[in-house]
Structures are given as structure tokens and as C-alpha cells.
């Protein structure tokens, strides 16, 4: 089930002096509005290809506070990267792994640090059925790559959401596809690797196609999405018990339609972003209750403010939520919005050369500032790795 969040209205707003009357004056005086100031995008890095290219997952901190993601394309195999971001400004980049087929290829889920402080994800293609694997990066360097698990469509294929883990302590995920129906999967799996255990089958009308990861709420159930299937084939919000027990509610396009990304929960609900649907078939932001229920339809996207998210909201330091959406904005390129009530506001718009089709979730630093990727764009268009500050 996906979560949205209604947040207090933004301390940012531009304020509106006026002074009244004074006394050496005849009739009173009133100062211009001062413009707004607009937020502040930085390139940390380029993509070339050569470094990496096309990032389709967001970047994570880690415990040694280095920043860590993923690239689906580019390496020396051009079948997809893992990288680390040193520096002062996290602009220093070193390659951890090329990926080669074997080991995976086209890594496009957001790494998972667990309490062991290995570095744990999913390729969705490559490995030994060219189905995708999960893999562990050891700690200290991370530079040492262990296969885990290959999925062979029996028991799930390309996986697209990242690893959680999972109240027994095994990880958990999701496979967009495979299992018995061919519709994806819930999936688990011991830190140490091993078979993956088979969850829950997607079966079209309890949902098919799930692209995001699970979430792990505060109830003791699991929560996701699936892109596609339930009663109007629109995609669904799930509610999972530890048993395996499913129980799904679907979208209709008001209330949103083909959701590809996970959940958050705050304050008793669940929110999360559709890629179509609501008011404008531009996308929207939904909320689901604890414990399951239908979608309910919090914002719409109307292109301005951006359109055709595929990233989850995060929950800013200041209280308010914030997101990226893979189109819209001034230049049809994406954005960066926050979300206040019922509102989307347009922060920032993405032009190519800074960026283009952000399709990740944000991450938002002690600093205040927020991390993300961008999949396109950037001086070779083959992607950014940036630093917004609102």
C-alpha cells in the first residue's frame, strides 16, 4: 500500500513586506515583493560511460558516511556499475564493481546496507538464467562482490525493487516478474544466499508486475505496490502478513494508476506516487490507512509541477515531503517538488544539461541538502549524480 503525507505549510514561502504609513509621508509606502529564491542544483557527476552510465536507483550513505549507488549501464562490460562518492562534496568517484553478465547485469534497484554492514542488491538481468541475481558487497571496500542468488523464473526474474530486511532477519524483495503466474513475486532469502523463498505468486488479479520494494511498517505487516493487475488492471496497493497472506487494493486512474514506487509510512498512513493517473493522467500522490485500504488520492501532477513519478516520497528534515518526477517541469525534463497538504509545488526543473529523467528517490543528508540521480543528461547525457539545496 502506497503512503502520502500532508505536511505543515513550508517555512520557505516568500514573505511580503509592507510598511505602513510614516510619518513624513503623505500616503503610505509599499516596498516590492522580494522574488523567491529559487533552489540551488549542483552536478557532482558526470556519467561518460566509461564511469558508469544511466543511474535508474538513488543513492544511499553509508555508515562510513560515503555516498553508494548504482549504475544500470556503462563499466567496463557496459553492463552496469557499482559505485562509491568520497570528498568533501561526495564529487570524488571510484568504480567498486563492473558488472559482466555473470555476477549480473543491469543493476537498477537502490542498494541496501543491513546490520552486518555489507552492501546487499539485485541486478534484474544477468547471472546463470540471464534473470537477474542478488549479490553482497563486502564490507571495508565493498570492492568484493559475492553472488547470493540467480533467479531462474521458477522463482522469480527480474527483480527491480531494492532489498529490505525483513522482521526474521532474512532479506526481502520483490521480482517484477517469474513465479508460478509469470506475474512477479514476493520473495526471501538469508543474508547468507541461497534459493529464494518463494512469498506470495502475483497472479494479475491480486496484482502483477511489482517494480518497487517492500516496507516494513510499524504493524508488523509488509506493504507494496504492483505496477499493473488488480480489478481494472491500473496496478495495486498490497498489505502482506509474515504468513504470506496477501490482501490487495487496486487503483482506477482518479486515484491513481501504474504505481512503480515503494511506500512510506507516516502518521497512520502509507503514501507513495503513481506514474499515471489522477486529474491529469500526469501521475499522482496517494495515500493508503494502516492496515489496508483503497487508495485515496492526496495531489495530482499536471505536467508544470511535473509529471509520470517513478520515485517515492521522502520526508524532508522540515516536516514537509519531497520527491522527483521523470518528466514535466519548464523543460519537460523532470523535477524536484515538494508537497504541502494537498499541494505540489515545483522546486526545481531539470534542462538536460543539468540532468534529465530523474527517475530515483531523494536522500537528504544531515546537512539539509538533498542527493539524487538523474538517468539522462549531464555534459555526456548519460546521467548525473546530484546535490539540491531548497
Known amino acids: 500500500m502506497k503512503k502520502i503525507n500532508l505536511c505543515k505549510p513550508s517555512p520557505s514561502k516568500n514573505t511580503v513586506l509592507i510598511l505602513t504609513s510614516l510619518a513624513v509621508l503623505s500616503s503610505p509606502l509599499v516596498l516590492p515583493l522580494p522574488q523567491a529564491v529559487a533552489g540551488t542544483l549542483t552536478t557532482l557527476v558526470n556519467f561518460n560511460g566509461v564511469n558508469g552510465a544511466s543511474p535508474k536507483a538513488g543513492v544511499l550513505q553509508g555508515t562510513d558516511s560515503n555516498i553508494y549507488g548504482t549504475t544500470s549501464e556503462g563499466g567496463s562490460q557496459n553492463r552496469g556499475t557499482a559505485f562509491k562518492l568520497t570528498g568533501t562534496n561526495f564529487s570524488t568517484l571510484t568504480t567498486l564493481v563492473n558488472f559482466n553478465g555473470t555476477n549480473g547485469t543491469n543493476p537498477i534497484a537502490r542498494l541496501f546496507q543491513a546490520s552486518d554492514g555489507n552492501l546487499y542488491g539485485v541486478t534484474s538481468t544477468g547471472g546463470t538464467s540471464n534473470l537477474g541475481t542478488v549479490f553482497r558487497l563486502a564490507k571495508t571496500t565493498f570492492t568484493t562482490l559475492t553472488t547470493l542468488s540467480n533467479f531462474n523464473g521458477t522463482n522469480g526474474a527480474n527483480p527491480a525493487g531494492r532489498l529490505i530486511s525483513g522482521s526474521d532477519g532474512r532479506l526481502w524483495g520483490t521480482t517484477s516478474a517469474g513465479g508460478v503466474n509469470g506475474r512477479g513475486t514476493v520473495f526471501k532469502v538469508p543474508l547468507t544466499g541461497g534459493t ?31 505496477s499493473t493487475g488488480g480489478t481494472s488492471n491500473r496496478g495495486t496497493v498490497f498489505k502482506l502478513t509474515p504468513a504470506g497472506v496477501l490482501t490487495s487494493y487496486s487503483f482506477n486512474g482518479s486515484n491513481g494508476q501504474s504505481p512503480q514506487s515503494a511506500l512510506i509510512e507516516s502518521s497512520g498512513f502509507l503514501y507513495g506516487t503513481t506514474f499515471l493517473g489522477g486529474a491529469s493522467n500526469r501521475g499522482a500522490i496517494f495515500r493508503v490507512p494502516l492496515g489496508g485500504g483503497s487508495p485515496v488520492l492526496v495531489a495530482s501532477f499536471n505536467g508544470t509541477n511535473g509529471a509520470n513519478p517513478t520515485a517515492a516520497l521522502i520526508r524532508g528534515i522540515d516536516g514537509n515531503f519531497y520527491g522527483t518526477a521523470s518528466t514535466g517541469g519548464a523543460s519537460n525534463k523532470g523535477s524536484i517538488y515538494r508537497l504541502v497538504g494537498g499541494t505540489i509545488s515545483l522546486l526545481f526543473s531539470f534542462n538536460g544539461t543539468n540532468g534529465a529523467t530523474p527517475n530515483s528517490t531523494l536522500i537528504q543528508l544531515s546537512n539539509g541538502a538533498f542527493y539524487g540521480t538523474a538517468s539522462a543528461g549531464g555534459t555526456s547525457n548519460r546521467g548525473t549524480v546530484f546535490r539540491y539545496v531548497n
Open 196 to 226: 529464494p523463498t518463494i512469498v506470495v505468486n502475483f497472479n494479475g488479479t491480486n496484482g502483477a508486475t511489482p517494480l518497487a520494494r517492500l516496507q516494513l511498517a510499524t504493524d508488523g505487516n509488509y506493504y507494496g505496490t504492483t
